[in-house]
């Protein structure tokens, strides 16, 4: 039904900037809530931050509020997550995440590495 893709994870010095990719490459994002998450080695999985079906709602974690945003452009079927001022706690493999009918759909990870 749904098949995420995310990109554009990187190795950035502390401050940087990235931008994050989430695609569906089967089945379509346009009518659909999409989340990041990301797990740091050790850690569990975290919401960082998440946008409304028509992008007219977001919601971050405290933890990247004013440094992060989350924008998405259903013509691409993409959510980007554009990261700003990184931090070594910010690295973590990220993950993108749809709900459809209580059932959860996955990518396979971007890595993020934050050199301090």
């Known amino acids: 039904q749904l098949q995420l893709v995310e990109s554009g994870g990187d190795l950035v010095q502390t401050g940087g900037s990235l931008r994050l990719s989430c695609a569906a490459s089967?089945?379509?994002?346009?009518?659909?809530?999409v989340g990041w998450l990301r797990q740091a080695p050790g850690k569990e999985r975290e919401g960082v931050a998440c946008i409304s079906s028509v992008g007219d709602r977001t919601n971050f974690a405290d933890a990247v509020k004013g440094r992060f945003t989350i924008s998405r452009d259903n013509a691409k079927n993409t959510v980007y997550l554009q990261m700003n001022s990184l931090r070594p706690e910010d690295t973590a493999v990220y993950y993108c995440?749809?709900?459809?009918?209580?059932?959860?759909?996955w990518g396979q990870g971007t890595q993020v590495t934050v050199s301090s």
């Open positions: 089967v089945g379509t994002l346009e009518y659909l809530a």
């Open positions: 995440n749809a709900n459809i009918l209580s059932r959860n759909f």
